[in-house]
């Protein structure tokens, strides 16, 4: 690991009530030519954060400065944040006035936030939906303009996220990013784990990008509305295993009054893989303001498969036969559902969860190698043909391929697997004694 790690410039700290800070002794305070320093604010690793008065604008500002050392390199990267933060001018984006590396002590001075830290603000309580949509869009709106300057913040997490004395939010902090311009080909692991994007923590600097800064900022989103963050873990280690490979519980687990389009936002924000996300922060603020406006989001709203996907992962692999019913109990839903949709005219609800179904494949296939591992063949062979039936695909060919074991098995019955007919017939033979513990009810919703 560089030495020069997330620690090294964090101090993220600029934001208070001045009227309540405590009294530090004066004389404990850097002498900075030009500036009057009045309280300090927070601390991180090596920087340290003062309120100051500067006294020929006779202005308040934040200064940021690096304590107890010399070493250049630790300048530069003062200097290199400052000039990131120097560069974007948003109203969502804390200003940076002034930058001395020159002489000690280094600094630099920006916008001093009188008000509090989101961090802060959701200790007490938890926003409202619409309030979580209007943050988002405020902050959305910031990382276009960052990014658009090529610049990544890659630490966007409630603690860095201001919020003034009129309720307007402001983004803090971009000291990784300026560690990420100055270090990319290091050995530095940028973020902080509740708030981080899988290929941060797994370190793939190839994959850091855009969609990283839209994977923390859902996660935000995500903890404004119920208060935790998406991903939680008794340790360090066991927290970076699960952001890489386990889903956030569903939203509604935690608060069931969320609006269907800001949850179908945030869960896009919050796919695995970066090409899964929203592919810049234009297009998350034009679905954030449609949901706003009452309008039709692009997101696939959330369903029955996103709550397969939770209890897939949480619950049914680990679990024996009567959590695999279950499992298939639901997919037989879905199938019968797609079946009346295709009868119907809401094609784009149909489209929508067929590629729910197809992003699922992968793993309910896995499980079903899993159900043969443990000597459960028959209910292996009833997930594949169910799988078989919800293949979306209506190319033989690919179908085929992607429902191998069932296509086996079919061959191995003397079924003409050439014949789609007979493979559907096949399959729904297969699925009748899990298709009889289904209301009847299911086929007519």
């Known amino acids: 690991m560089n030495r ?3 620690e090294a410039l964090d101090a993220p700290t600029i934001v208070g009530d001045a009227t309540n800070l405590p009294h ?3 004389e404990s305070f850097p002498q900075i030519p030009g500036y009057e320093i009045l309280y300090q604010l927070g601390r991180g690793g090596m920087g340290v954060v003062y309120l100051a008065r500067h006294k020929a604008l006779d202005r308040r500002v934040a200064l940021k400065t690096l304590r107890g050392t010399e070493d250049p390199e630790l300048a530069n990267l003062l200097l290199s944040e400052a000039k990131i933060a120097g560069r974007l001018e948003h109203p969502a984006i804390v200003p940076v006035y002034e930058v001395n590396t020159q002489r000690q002590p280094w ?3 920006m ?10 603000k959701l200790s007490r309580q938890v926003m409202e939906p619409r309030a979580v949509g209007e943050m988002g869009v405020a902050l959305a709106e910031a990382i276009v303009c960052a990014h658009r300057q090529g610049v990544l913040h890659l630490d966007i997490k409630p603690a860095n996220i201001l919020i003034d004395s009129q309720d307007q939010v402001k983004l803090a902090d971009f000291g990784l990013a300026a560690l990420h311009t100055d270090y990319a080909h290091a050995d530095v692991q940028f973020g902080t784990p509740q708030f981080m994007s899988p290929e941060q923590a797994m370190g793939d600097k190839s994959r850091i990008g855009e969609s990283s ?8 989103l995500y903890a404004a509305l119920v208060g935790r963050p998406p991903i939680v873990a008794a340790t360090t280690t066991e927290l970076m295993g699960r952001v890489i490979s386990q889903q956030p519980a569903p939203l509604r687990q935690f608060r069931q009054k969320i609006p269907v389009e800001l949850e179908a936002i945030i869960n896009k924000c919050l796919r695995k893989l970066p090409e899964e996300r929203y592919q810049n922060a234009a297009a998350l603020v034009t679905d954030l303001k449609a949901y706003l406006e009452g309008k039709r989001v692009l997101a696939p709203k959330p369903g029955l498969l996103q ?5 897939l992962q949480y619950h049914v692999v680990a679990s024996r036969v009567s959590g695999t019913i279950v499992l298939m109990l639901v997919l037989l839903a879905t199938w019968l559902f797609l079946k009346n949709v295709k009868q119907s005219t809401e ?10 179904i197809v992003q699922q494949g992968q793993v309910l296939h896995g499980l079903a190698s899993e159900l043969s591992r443990r000597n459960q063949s028959k209910e292996a062979d009833q997930l594949a043909a169910i799988l078989f039936l919800l293949s979306p695909s209506t190319n033989q060919t690919e179908k085929s391929r992607d429902s191998q074991r069932f296509i086996d098995l079919a ?4 079924i003409d697997t050439r014949n789609h007919e007979a493979l559907t017939e096949f399959a729904e033979q297969l699925i009748a004694p899990i298709r009889s513990k289904l209301p009847t009810v299911s086929e007519h919703e």
């Open 4 to 6: 020069y790690s997330t």
């Open 24 to 26: 530090t002794a004066s």
């Open 107 to 109: 600094f630099f001075s």
């Open 111 to 120: 916008g001093y936030v009188d008000g509090e830290d989101l961090a802060k």
């Open 213 to 220: 800064d839209i994977y923390s900022l859902g996660a935000v």
């Open 307 to 311: 709550a397969l996907r939770y209890q």
């Open 347 to 356: 094609l784009q609800r149909l489209r929508d969860m067929e590629v729910q």
């Open 411 to 414: 061959g191995a019955a003397g």
